[in-house]
């Protein structure tokens, strides 16, 4: 483990998760209540043994910043660090990130003054809980060039992601998303468990140093799982890291709606209650929840909330989140606030509506960002098999209604 670094990809616009990233990065989307997506890849290389990781950054980065910054500092004596590289405009180029491969390439300059043989490249969006050293392990024990962490899917699920063909433990074939039938049926496995058909890549690899260096020469290949991985299967060993845990791509709305909702059942495949593998997170030091004369069934409920005489069901509650009398909340996901508004605060921004949700509301199937003011007696429905829109107050992905970031909706609106 001491040979290797970690690089985290900090994603790029995330228009798929649109609105929840119109004003911060993909991996700062705040996520079961109090955490974040970068928490998870981070406490992975943490709870694995990996201490010295990158974060490459370019859009909205502000938060994401800010959060990295303020949790992840190690002591003196331990050798460790998470460095953040931002996208830059050098002497050498002028240009942005073009892809995750092109995001690498720009930063080898700054990867290359650590000594390390290996380099273990990880998305900043998913939600899973692996132990690296067993990927390292694999990848020396098989002397692979590099090493791709695969997982079963569904056919369903393959034309979304990198799929794979694997023979005597490597890999042999790879098609980045495919979608002609024929593709599919060429790379289906059988013998998968649980009705799964296809293998498929996680976006985690792991490298040689040498290898990634000699692959990233060709400066038109920007992108890892279309042009880099395709191209490294033909020239060097690689090998598949077989993963049966737990592992969800949370790039769209409707992945992130149902991987929070999964948290509130009795037994969620994802276990943030693992002592020997815990997630980590910004502390706080929030008082504990206080609900008065509260109905809360299945539903997870984060520091420092304030529920008066309401009903909530199957839903996530951020933290400082405050919901009033008569209100309901359903298969919804509230994400919080980020202080506590006094009553001298709330008169100097001249706002009418409280931060919070007001009395008597009707909350199902939404998701509430950050710092919302929604006033008594709103109500905010379902919106299956509707399309996509956007309005004044709320946006539409994936049949799911979302409340952007700050917005104020007035009392007695129907949306």
Not at 402 to 413: A, H, L, S
């Amino acid at each position: 483990m001491q040979r290797t670094i970690a690089v985290i990809m900090g994603g790029g616009r995330g228009s798929r998760l649109y609105p929840l990233t119109r004003e911060r990065a993909k991996p700062a989307v705040p996520l079961a209540g109090k955490y974040r997506l970068i928490d998870i890849p981070l406490s992975n290389c943490i709870n694995s043994g990996l201490r010295r990781i990158f974060v490459l950054t370019q859009f909205n980065t502000a938060s994401l910043h800010r959060h990295i910054r303020t949790t992840y500092n190690f002591d003196t004596f331990s050798h460790g660090y998470v460095h953040i590289l931002a996208a830059e405009q050098t002497a050498q180029s002028q240009s942005w990130y073009q892809g995750t491969a092109d995001a690498v390439r720009k930063n080898l300059r700054h990867l290359e003054l650590d000594t390390a043989d290996q380099v273990l490249i990880l998305s900043g969006d998913q939600l899973y809980r692996m132990d690296f050293s067993l990927l390292l392990e694999h990848h020396a024990a098989t002397a692979a060039d590099a090493t791709l962490a695969v997982i079963p899917v569904t056919w369903q699920e393959a034309p979304a992601l990198g799929i794979l063909r694997v023979a005597d433990g490597r890999v042999v074939e790879f098609v980045e998303k495919p979608i002609e039938e024929s593709v599919l049926d060429s790379l289906s496995v059988s013998g998968l468990p649980g009705g799964k058909t296809h293998l498929a890549s996680m976006g985690i690899y792991c490298f040689q140093r040498d290898v990634l260096r000699e692959l990233l020469a060709d400066e038109a290949k920007e992108d890892f799982g279309k042009q880099v991985i395709p191209e490294a299967i033909h020239r060097y060993q690689v090998s598949a890291f077989a993963f049966d845990g737990y592992w969800e791509d949370i790039g769209t709305i409707r992945a992130f709606y149902e991987a929070n909702l999964e948290l509130t059942r009795p037994l969620p495949r994802f276990n943030f209650f693992d002592e020997e593998a815990p997630i980590y997170t910004h502390p706080r030091n929030l008082p504990p929840a206080k609900m008065n004369y509260c109905e809360v069934r299945r539903s997870v409920v984060a520091d420092g909330c304030i529920l008066e005489d309401c009903q909530i069901t199957g839903s996530v509650i951020g933290v400082r989140t405050q919901i009033g009398a008569g209100t309901v909340v359903h298969d919804s996901i509230i994400m919080g606030l980020d202080y506590f508004e006094s009553e001298e605060r709330l008169h100097s921004t001249g706002a009418e509506v409280c931060m919070g949700i007001g009395r008597n509301c009707r909350i199902s199937g939404a998701i509430v960002d950050k710092n919302c003011r929604i006033g008594d007696n709103v109500a905010i429905g379902r919106r299956i098999g509707a399309p996509d829109e956007e309005g004044e107050l709320y946006v539409v992905r994936d049949g799911i209604t979302i409340i952007p970031r700050g917005t104020v909706v007035p009392p007695g609106t129907l949306i």
